[in-house]
């Protein structure tokens, strides 16, 4: 091979999350169109679900910034972030996937139909597809 004396030039990638950049297509706009809608959601849990970089992370924290909330990254969540959850109204949680302690998302379910507040999970799959073992998580999801 000969040397073409090309230089790789690295620029600084920095997410943007920002409503005016989010591509609404129609794939996309009934789920956006949706969480703008709020609080006047038939119940108070959403399902988020999609490959990576299909956009839900955008989606949410545009929901976010808009109707205020706190989001955890699911993998990262424990029993210390529930104390957390009674000042806010609107919980995101990031990411879910099986590894979780299903006994920890039973719970913040709980918290947050017991308190009426409004929970968002986004996911690789819908969770109603995760194989719980915990039955009573089961039947919440």
Not at 9 to 17: M, S, V
Not at 36 to 43: A, M, Q, R, T, V
Not at 123 to 132: A, D, E, G, P
Request: hydrophobic share 35%; aromatic share 14%.
């Amino acid at each position: 091979m000969r040397d073409t004396n090309q230089k790789v030039i690295k620029f600084n990638y920095e997410k943007n999350l920002k409503s005016e950049d989010f591509f609404r297509s129609t794939s996309n706009k009934h789920i956006y169109d949706f969480l703008n809608d709020w609080p006047n959601w038939e119940k108070n849990f959403l399902n988020i679900c999609g490959e990576k970089s299909s956009g839900k992370s955008h989606l949410v924290n545009i929901f976010q910034k808009k109707f205020k909330g706190i989001i955890f990254e699911a993998n990262k969540f424990d029993n210390n972030n529930l104390s957390n959850i009674k000042f806010h109204n609107n919980i995101i949680l990031e990411n879910l996937n099986e590894k979780i302690n299903e006994k920890l998302i039973y719970t913040l379910i709980n918290t947050v139909e017991q308190n009426d507040k409004y929970l968002i999970i986004t996911s690789y799959r819908s969770i109603s597809q995760f194989n719980f073992v915990l039955d009573d998580l089961k039947s919440r999801a």
